[in-house]
Structures are given as C-alpha cells and as structure tokens.
C-alpha cells in the first residue's frame, strides 16, 4: 500500500512539475506535490464523508408542470427540457429559510461523517454561493440573498469536519458555451468562452473564499481538452496544495478514483485510492416521491465492504427547497453513527483486506498487530478464516471486549460464535496477531482470486426503479422490464478478472412463474456493444438452485462492469438472485 501510495503521489507530483515549474525532478518531494500526498494519506484515514446535493432542483422535486419525471432529480431541467428562461424563475422562489448550517454540521458529525461535500453548482449552472462571475447565484437572484456554503464551511471547520465543493466544470445548462443544453442552444459551442468566462472564476471564487478546501470534486467530464483540464488542475493547486481533485476533472488528471455511483468494486482495489458516491434512495436532489430508502443495515454493511477494499464512501442527502434534511436520510445516517460510535476503530485509519473474499460472511481491515474481522452475515456457532499464518494472540468483540474462543491449526483459524450475531448489523472480531502486518498464504491473498468466483446480489449495484433487494433471503428481486433504465445488477471487476468464464446462477422461482429470457453480459469499455449470454428461467420448484448456463463469457481487465438482467418481461417479478458464479476457464 504505502509503496503504491508514494508512487501515486510521484505521479501525482510528475503532474504538478510538469505545469508549474521544473523546481524539481520526480521524487524529489516538492511541496505541492507534498501537500497532496499528505492530503491523500489523510483522506485515505477518514473513510466516510457526507455528500450534499441541493439546488433549485429541490423546488420541483421531480414533478414539472404536473408530470412526474423517473430518474435523478437534480437531471430535471434536462429530462423535462426546460428553457433556460423559465427555469430560472426558480430562482426568486428559493427561499431555505430552515437552512441551518450547525444542524447540518451536526449531522455529518453524529453520523460519524468525518468530510463534506455540497454542490456549489450542479448542472443546471445555478451558483450556490455568492458569486462575482455570475449573477445567477442564491445571494443575487433569491429572496433568500445569503450565502449558505459560508455558514457551511465554518460549521465543518468547528467540529473537524473536511469541507469540499462539488463543481460540475463541464455540464451546465444555462450557458450557451458548455455541454448539455441543446434545446436552448442548438449552434456549434466554444468552451473556451464558457471556461474563462464562469469556470476558471467561479473554482477561484470557491477556493479563496471558504477556508481550506479538502477537496474540489468535479463530475462529467466531457467537451473540455486535456489542455484545457490541466490548467484547471493548476489553477486548484496553485490556489490551495493541500486540495485534492477526483478523477471526474477528466484527462486522468485527478489525485483519486471515482467509481460509478453506488459502484463497489467486487474485490479488493489498491492500485490507487477510490471514493464511492452513493445514494440513500434512487436520487441524488431532493425528489418528494422517492422513498426507496435504503436499509441501515445494507449501508453499514456497504460501509466495511468499501474500507476492507481500500475505498472511502461518500453517502448522499438531498436537503428540501426549505433547506431540510429528510427525517428518513437522518434517522438512517444516526444509526451508521452509532454503530460508528462503537465500531469505528475498525473503520477510520484501518487498511485493506490482504485477503480476497470468497464470500459474503466477513470482511476484514487491518492496524499494526490487528487484524479487524466485519461479521457481515452471521455464519451460525463458528467463523472459519482460512490462510492467515500470522499467529493469534488474543480474539474478542470489539463492542464489549468479550473473548472469543478460538482454534489455530497452521494458516486455519476457527473462531467459535453466540447462535445469534453481538451487533445487528456488523458484528466486529479483533484479532490481535503477533505479527505487525500480517502474513497470508499465497493463495488467499487479495490480488490472488480463486478459479471460481462468486458475485452475490448483495454486493452488486442495482439499476433500475423496481428492483429491489430481499435482506431475508440476501437475494434481489423484481427484475420487471423498465420503462427507461433496465432492472439489472451490475458487478465491477475494475481489472481483477481477466480471462474467459463460464457461469453458474443461483436464483429461486416458483414453477408456474418460470420462462423469462434473461441476460448476462460484459460491459466494453468505450463501446456500446456487450458480450452476452442468454438463457430461460425454470422453475426450482420456489427453492434456491445453482445453474449451469450454456456457452462462457471473456472478461477483460478494462471492461466496465458484469450484468444480470431479466428484460423481457414481466414474469419474472418474483425471480430472486442469490448469485452469479463466475468460473474460469483454463489456459
Ligand atoms: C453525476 C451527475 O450527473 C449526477 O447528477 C450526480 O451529481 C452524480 C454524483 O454524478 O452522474 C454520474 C457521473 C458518473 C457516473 C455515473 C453518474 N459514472 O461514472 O458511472
């Protein structure tokens, strides 16, 4: 890891050199680069951030002129195809008179949230700050006439919390230079026009003006150069060192990764540092008929899944037009922090998992001389953990400092439970090895996958409005054929599978619902086509059956993500998935 850390941030330097000046070669700690690396350390540490999206979006809240619009709430303005002029009249009706910075703040703390980050402008290209760039801004064209991310910034700083903006650099639909709006603005664009006019000021403006940003997050990139996106970098750097820029500026010019919202890598990543974005519901800005809530226990779970792979997770609220939190978002990040409250010496600063996973019982982090198991599903009287060769001093619970009896015989370790799991959600084991990091056998290690692999429901993102995920039965459910986006589950190997795959399905249905066509495919990177297989769903007579499907699948370590889907029909509402078992091919 720190190999691979110090690396990147040669990288990452070789990049600051590069534009600003030839102080130094490559490795020889400049301070920009030093600033970033040491802001990456700290970001790797903190774990767990609240991403905040909220705009003029909120007022209509997914319904425009009394029609409700599927999809992502904060997409209105493009999925409705609202002209600019009209839109705007949202301006003088936003009025968050129940903003109130300390309780969001509060929130974020109570919640075990250790950074922040709030859309200081989305796509619609409506400022959230004041800004001289812009008259388009909440101080200049509300009733409200204040600058909330002020409040905002301060509130964090007070309680230690990480500040950052989220700035969409290349999508904004109110001017007729930048990508998006082709309604309003059908002629040929000059980003030039659009970057030194709103850009280049406004990432000013926000890094000047609140404090020292932990991060600047950018999203979609799309028209902008690799030139043009390398002065933007420089720009952010040369106002704040220490800010660090995701890899959505584009160009491949960020200091880390972003997956694919509410995309987990399926196992451990460790080429670079990575952030999941996700939501709580199905949307992003606040949209008054999404109660698709997700389950606590899904989320704390989500939670020791991405730090046992190395990731952060920043987790989404989409405040109302008035300036409210949803009581659901809040009672459901309240719970995450008391399991934090509890737990959390096993989430923030912890490393990866040096095994890989081979299912979906346990997850695993690491400190010097500790070895932190997540008992995710509870196994029953007894925990098997096989190829740790490390020596096991001591085992107890980390929620009250009960021993766990436990049985080591050369690299198996067999740990005995209560019937029934410590914690509801996440039950947490303490290893204490006698070894300061420890030692795996070869073929558990986390960049050592096994021939056949599983990918469960329960790990994958799910697409799609119906679909839904079943905790009792650990399966997903409901793959009727959508009006819009596809009812699917999609799995990313971000470059851990590489070769050619046949597959096995693990799924119930009952006989007389049996028939549907379903499909499995690999996504391409940078092509719209998919390798699929096909087949038909028969029936298991309502119980749980593992499959053979005919013909295999070649996985490629640059292709985006796996699916399963059932898209033809809507027979198949009561299908569950369990699981998908990859098995490789030899040679
Ligand atoms: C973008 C935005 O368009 C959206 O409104 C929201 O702000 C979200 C956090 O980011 O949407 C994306 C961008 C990238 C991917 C998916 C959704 N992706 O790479 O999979």
């Given at each position: 890891m720190f190999i691979r850390r110090s690396l990147f941030s040669c990288i990452a330097l070789a990049l600051v050199v590069s534009v600003e000046a030839r102080a130094c070669l490559p490795g020889t700690a400049a301070q920009p680069a030093d600033a970033t690396g040491e802001a990456l350390a700290h970001f790797d540490r903190i774990k767990f951030g609240m991403f905040i999206h909220w705009g003029l979006y909120a007022i209509p809240a997914g319904e425009w002129k009394g029609k409700y619009y599927r999809g992502i709430g904060e997409w209105i303005m493009f999925r409705a195809r609202i002209p600019v002029r009209e839109y705007e009249q949202l301006a003088s009706r936003f009025n968050p008179l129940k903003f109130n910075a300390e309780e969001w703040a509060q929130l974020a703390q109570d919640a075990g949230m250790r950074y922040m980050v709030i859309t200081s402008k989305h796509h619609d290209g409506f400022a959230m700050f004041g800004s001289k760039a812009s008259r388009y801004n909440i101080v200049d064209a509300t009733p409200y006439g204040r600058d909330p991310m002020k409040e905002l910034a301060a509130a964090c700083a007070k309680r230690n919390i990480g500040f950052g903006f989220y700035y969409s650099q290349d999508q904004d639909w109110h001017e007729p230079h930048a990508r998006g709006n082709d309604w309003d603005f059908p002629h040929e664009r000059k980003p030039e026009i659009y970057l030194r006019g709103k850009v280049f000021p406004q990432v000013k403006e926000l890094l000047t003006g609140y404090g020292p940003l932990s991060l600047i997050w950018f999203d979609t990139p799309g028209l902008l150069s690799e030139k043009q996106v390398t002065e933007l970098r420089q720009l952010v750097k040369s106002l704040q060192p220490s800010c660090l820029i995701n890899s959505r500026i584009g160009h491949n010019k960020g200091d880390y990764f972003q997956t694919g919202d509410n995309a987990i890598p399926i196992q451990v990543y460790s080429r670079m540092k990575w952030e999941v974005p996700a939501t709580l519901?199905?949307?992003?800005?606040?949209?008054?008929?999404?109660?698709?809530?997700?389950?606590?226990?899904?989320?704390?779970?989500?939670?020791?899944?991405?730090?046992?792979?190395?990731?952060?997770?920043?987790?989404?609220?989409?405040?109302?037009?008035?300036?409210?939190?949803?009581?659901?978002?809040?009672?459901?990040?309240?719970?995450?922090?008391?399991?934090?409250?509890?737990?959390?010496?096993?989430?923030?600063?912890?490393?990866?998992?040096?095994?890989?996973?081979?299912?979906?019982?346990?997850?695993?982090?690491?400190?010097?001389?500790?070895?932190?198991?997540?008992?995710?599903?509870?196994?029953?009287?007894?925990?098997?953990?096989?190829?740790?060769?490390?020596?096991?001093?001591?085992?107890?619970?980390?929620?009250?400092?009960?021993?766990?009896?436990?049985?080591?015989?050369?690299?198996?370790?067999?740990?005995?439970?209560?019937?029934?799991?410590?914690?509801?959600?996440?039950?947490?084991?303490?290893?204490?090895?006698?070894?300061?990091?420890?030692?795996?056998?070869?073929?558990?290690?986390?960049?050592?996958?096994?021939?056949?692999?599983?990918?469960?429901?329960?790990?994958?993102?799910?697409?799609?409005?119906?679909?839904?995920?079943?905790?009792?039965?650990l399966s997903a459910t409901n793959f009727v054929k959508a009006e819009t986006e596809r009812n699917e589950l999609w799995w990313y190997p971000y470059g851990s599978l590489d070769g050619e795959y046949e597959v096995e399905i693990t799924y119930s249905c009952e006989d007389q619902a049996a028939g549907s066509p379903f499909r499995i495919a690999v996504q391409r990177s940078g092509q719209a086509s998919r390798e699929e297989l096909r087949g038909r769903i028969e029936g298991t007579g309502g119980r749980f059956l593992s499959r053979g499907v005919e013909g295999a699948i070649r996985i490629r370590p640059g292709d985006q993500y796996i699916s399963f889907g059932l898209p033809e029909d809507d027979r198949s509402a009561k299908v569950r998935l369990w699981k998908i078992t990859l098995v490789r091919r030899a040679g």
């Open positions: 519901n199905d949307t992003w800005g606040y949209k008054k008929n999404d109660q698709n809530w997700k389950d606590p226990a899904d989320l704390i779970g989500k939670l020791a899944d991405i730090v046992s792979k190395g990731g952060n997770y920043l987790l989404n609220v989409g405040p109302t037009a008035e300036g409210v939190i949803p009581e659901a978002s809040q009672r459901i990040l309240r719970t995450i922090g008391k399991w934090l409250a509890v737990n959390g010496e096993s989430i923030y600063g912890a490393s990866p998992s040096p095994f890989h996973f081979p299912d979906i019982t346990w997850r695993c982090t690491v400190k010097p001389g500790r070895v932190y198991l997540h008992i995710l599903n509870w196994p029953g009287r007894q925990l098997m953990l096989n190829g740790l060769e490390s020596r096991v001093r001591r085992a107890y619970f980390l929620a009250n400092r009960r021993p766990v009896t436990f049985r080591q015989k050369g690299s198996a370790l067999a740990l005995d439970l209560p019937a029934e799991p410590v914690d509801p959600y996440n039950t947490v084991v303490v290893l204490e090895i006698a070894d300061e990091t420890p030692r795996v056998a070869e073929a558990y290690r986390h960049d050592r996958l096994p021939a056949r692999l599983d990918l469960y429901a329960w790990s994958a993102r799910l697409r799609g409005e119906e679909i839904r995920y079943d905790r009792a039965t």
